[in-house]
């Protein structure tokens, strides 16, 4: 008789293992992973620092990788992890335009700390904050800050049948009014924000309309704008700063009277730069294009 052991029906499953390599960031698309389950039962998680604990990166079929190149730390890691991994993916703002690492390159910022060289406790910081494309190949960008749970389930099964929105906008359902106008923008954190009519016009600064789809408009919905966090659409990706900024105003000169130039300057203000510099990091980085179609 053949000992149970043995038997097909009870041998363990091989799972594809991935793992998560964190660089310079947040750890928010490590929490954003965590949120889904439908990864649990196919896939073995071998490593990510938040949860499991190892000296360094195995070898896996697929490997996530978080956060920017910030320091010379960070760039070892990246090159020892990407030697054996079959895919690899850039997940996040951070990984792929700099995100909040990328504010170091501020050149007060930069100064202050690369005047402390001589301390040990922290390694030193590169001359500029990297996206993980300028070291190693990348199969797929994953764009967000961070992305949803189902962004991270279509990137690890590949799945052909997840088809998002091109844009925010249509995915945030709100109606475009022809009669409602306002002629000056509305800041951030005033006026009572009016159900199920679009933000803009509301007077509210929202990009949804350049910005990739697939995050569900879950800024939108509830009355937050969208500062781009996605990165531009299909239609924008190759394109420079300009054709963005002219895309998006268009936009707000259909639905507002508000005037271009009040709209101009609160697109290249502080509190938009972080998200909306990205639009042209995917043309003018001075590396060939990433192509549209390796974008989820």
Same mark, same amino acid.
């Given at each position: 008789?053949?000992?149970?052991?043995? $038997?097909? *029906?009870?041998?363990?499953?091989?799972?594809?293992?991935?793992?998560?390599?964190?660089?310079?960031?947040?750890?928010?698309?490590?929490?954003?992973?965590?949120?889904?389950?439908? =990864?649990?039962?196919?896939?073995?998680?071998?490593? &990510?620092?938040?949860?499991?604990?190892? #000296?360094?990166?195995?070898?896996?079929?697929?490997?996530?990788?978080?956060?920017?190149?910030?320091?010379?730390?960070?760039?070892?890691?990246?090159?020892?992890?990407?030697? %054996?991994?079959?895919?690899?993916?850039?997940?996040?703002?951070?990984? !792929?335009?700099? /995100?909040?690492?990328?504010?170091?390159?501020?050149?007060?910022?930069?100064?202050?700390? &690369?005047?402390?060289?001589?301390?040990?406790?922290?390694?030193?910081?590169?001359?500029? $904050?990297?996206?993980?494309?300028?070291?190693?190949?990348? +199969?797929?960008?994953?764009?967000?800050?961070?992305?949803?749970?189902?962004?991270? &389930?279509?990137?690890?099964? @590949?799945? +052909?049948?997840?088809?998002? *929105?091109?844009?925010?906008?249509?995915?945030?359902?709100?109606?475009?009014?022809?009669?409602?106008?306002?002629?000056?923008?509305? /800041?951030?954190?005033?006026?009572?924000?009016?159900?199920?009519? %679009?933000?803009?016009?509301?007077? #509210?600064? %929202?990009?949804?309309?350049?910005?990739?789809?697939?995050?569900?408009?879950?800024?939108?919905?509830?009355?937050?704008?969208?500062?781009? %966090?996605?990165?531009?659409?299909?239609?924008? !990706?190759?394109?420079?700063?300009?054709? =963005?900024?002219?895309? !998006?105003?268009?936009?707000?000169?259909?639905?507002?009277?508000?005037?271009? @130039?009040? !709209?101009?300057? *609160?697109?290249?203000?502080?509190?938009?730069?972080?998200?909306?510099?990205?639009? *042209?990091? #995917?043309?003018?980085?001075?590396?060939?294009?990433?192509?549209?179609?390796?974008?989820?």
């Amino acid at each position: 008789m053949q000992p149970l052991t043995d $038997s097909p *029906s009870l041998k363990t499953k091989q799972l594809p293992q991935f793992a998560v390599l964190q660089l310079s960031g947040c750890a928010g698309c490590e929490v954003s992973l965590l949120n889904a389950n439908e =990864w649990v039962q196919e896939f073995e998680l071998v490593y &990510m620092p938040l949860v499991v604990s190892a #000296y360094e990166v195995p070898c896996v079929d697929v490997l996530l990788i978080s956060g920017g190149v910030r320091s010379d730390e960070d760039l070892y890691n990246l090159k020892r992890a990407v030697r %054996c991994s079959k895919k690899i993916i850039a997940v996040g703002t951070c990984a !792929i335009s700099g /995100g909040v690492a990328n504010l170091g390159n501020r050149d007060e910022v930069r100064e202050l700390f &690369m005047s402390q060289t001589e301390r040990r406790d922290l390694p030193r910081l590169l001359p500029k $904050s990297q996206p993980v494309d300028a070291f190693v190949n990348v +199969d797929l960008y994953l764009p967000g800050c961070p992305p949803t749970p189902e962004l991270f &389930m279509a990137a690890l099964f @590949e799945d +052909d049948e997840f088809n998002p *929105s091109k844009t925010v906008c249509q995915e945030c359902g709100r109606k475009k009014l022809k009669d409602m106008k306002p002629k000056h923008l509305t /800041g951030f954190q005033s006026g009572e924000v009016l159900p199920d009519i %679009c933000l803009i016009n509301q007077g #509210y600064l %929202c990009v949804g309309s350049s910005t990739r789809g697939g995050c569900r408009a879950l800024c939108t919905r509830p009355g937050h704008p969208c500062v781009g %966090c996605r990165g531009p659409s299909d239609l924008l !990706i190759e394109k420079d700063s300009i054709a =963005w900024l002219e895309s !998006i105003q268009r936009v707000f000169a259909a639905l507002t009277d508000i005037p271009l @130039e009040e !709209i101009r300057e *609160s697109l290249l203000s502080p509190q938009l730069a972080l998200f909306l510099f990205q639009f *042209s990091d #995917y043309a003018a980085t001075g590396r060939p294009p990433r192509p549209k179609e390796k974008v989820l």
